[in-house]
């Protein structure tokens, strides 16, 4: 059975550094952060809004994230996740689609972030424009 102190030991012996000291600067200084090597994109974050809700109002975009859909819905089995703001507001929106000419254009444009944008509703589709 594993008690706090046999893990609390095992985490010393792997990091060199009694947990003990963490809390102190002079510790901190030789402890890596994880923002410093993490890969990843950070996280959109935001009040959810549905798509359909902002659809022909200009929105400034502010960032975005593509991945692989579980459910594969659409021709490419990914979504995306735009965040924006809106009228001047200094309040981060997310929203979530997979709508496949958004993300193409996301895939093109997406170095030119952050710009504004107007999503048209075209028949079946969205695009920005």
């Known amino acids: 059975m594993r008690t706090f102190d046999n893990m ?14 963490l809390g102190r600067d002079d510790a901190k200084k030789n402890v890596k952060k994880f923002s410093d090597f993490c890969e990843e994109p950070a996280a959109l974050d935001g009040k959810k809004v549905r798509i359909d809700d902002i659809v022909n109002q200009e929105i400034l975009i502010t960032g975005y994230n593509i991945k692989i859909s579980k459910y ?3 021709k490419t089995g990914k979504y995306l996740t ?5 009228d001047g507001s200094k309040e981060s929106r997310v929203l979530f689609t997979g709508s496949d000419v958004l993300i193409d254009q996301l895939e093109r444009y997406g170095d030119e972030i952050p710009f504004l944008a107007t999503i048209k509703r075209v028949n079946r589709y969205y695009t920005l424009s």
Do not use: D, M, R, S
């Open 8 to 21: 609390q030991e095992k985490i010393t012996k792997v990091c060199n550094l009694p947990i003990q000291n």
């Open 72 to 74: 594969g819905e659409n």
């Open 82 to 86: 735009l965040q924006f703001a809106t």
